[in-house]
């Protein structure tokens, strides 16, 4: 009764890793489809994320002095587009000592890759002396218009024109 004897140390060796190697192609077998969906979702939010990062305004710049100026009929800007994606129009907050105004569309046509553009943005005296002004380029993500505010220019001391 006690010549019995249990299994050799080399077959629960190869038992284990048979048992190890099984048990770890069931566990990855399950969760390859959790990981490919997340994969999707954390790409699609870095192709949105893109997006807006590619929508790059200035303002042109000649002589060292920025084309922005109060003139008769508002402020008077020239933008200059990026090389990556058309901005569809700009959205323009003017801080006046008095209040606040809001465009919502100064461009009349889009900014094309690549391209400059004039605009004039009306701006109401009632506001009082101009301390701030914003731009903030709009873009197309598939069929909606998406506002970029991490690419907005701000503008302190706006000088008048000449």
């Not at 077959?11 to 990981?35: D, H, K, Q, R």
């Amino acid at each position: 009764m006690f010549d019995q004897r249990g299994i050799t140390p080399l077959v629960a060796t190869v038992l284990l890793v048979a048992f190890s190697i099984g048990l770890g192609a069931l566990v990855m077998s399950w969760g390859e489809e959790y990981i490919a969906e997340k994969a999707e979702f954390t790409q699609g939010t870095a192709e949105v994320k893109n997006a807006c990062d590619a929508a790059v305004i200035n303002i042109i710049k000649i002589g060292g002095q920025q084309q922005l100026c109060l003139g008769p009929q508002g402020v008077q800007v020239w933008l200059d587009n990026g090389p990556d994606v058309d901005v569809v129009n700009v959205h323009a907050r003017m801080v006046g000592q008095n209040g606040v105004d809001v465009k919502e569309d100064i461009l009349l046509t889009p900014l094309l890759k690549a391209n400059a553009a004039r605009a004039l943005v009306p701006y109401k005296q009632e506001l009082g002396p101009l301390l701030q002004v914003k731009l903030t380029p709009k873009i197309l993500e598939g069929n909606k218009v998406a506002i970029c505010a991490q690419n907005a220019i701000t503008v302190e001391r706006v000088q008048p024109c000449i």
